[in-house]
């Protein structure tokens, strides 16, 4: 379903820093699409496409603690539901950023049929580096 902002409350104690958390909060006032991820009424994460420009997105993903036991269902929906939304918002470009040190989401990006496309060095707030992925519809 889209996100709410009460969805907003409940993911972002969640969050590592007040950059994350004011980040999330950003997107969610730029036009694109922002879902909230739910199994049996509970919020597992949340998730969404930020419109930079005229067909080109920028996905972003946070899962939230009861997110471990629904892993593979919720990735499944996001490799099912990304070349969705992308055509349903007109994007031919989805770009993902992931911090370089977290193995769980390169794999992820990987498994969801993204290309590595370059490395942002000293990128984040905390000097870490991060891996840019695309998803090109129609491929490349």
């Known amino acids: 379903?889209?996100?709410t902002r009460e969805d907003y409350d409940q993911l972002a104690p969640c969050l590592p820093s007040d950059v994350a958390r004011d980040g999330v909060?950003?997107?969610l006032h730029h036009p694109g699409l922002h879902l909230a991820i739910m199994a049996d009424?509970?919020?597992?994460?949340?998730?969404g496409i930020t419109l930079l420009w005229t067909g080109v997105g920028e996905g972003w993903f946070w899962g939230l603690p009861g997110l471990s036991g629904h892993r593979l269902g919720v990735a499944r929906a996001l490799h099912t539901w990304t070349p969705r939304l992308m055509a349903l918002l007109g994007l031919h470009r989805l770009e993902v950023i992931v911090r370089t040190d977290y193995?769980?989401?390169v794999r992820l990006i990987n498994w969801l049929g993204f290309n590595f496309e370059s490395t942002r060095v000293q990128y984040g707030p905390d000097r870490a580096d991060y891996h840019v992925y695309t998803y090109l519809r129609g491929g490349r």
């Not at 009424?41 to 998730?47: D, E, M, Q, R, S």
Request: with cysteine.
């Open 25 to 27: 909060l950003a997107r």
């Open 103 to 105: 193995a769980k989401g």
């Open 41 to 47: 009424g509970k919020l597992l994460a949340c998730a």
């Open 1 to 3: 379903r889209l996100m």
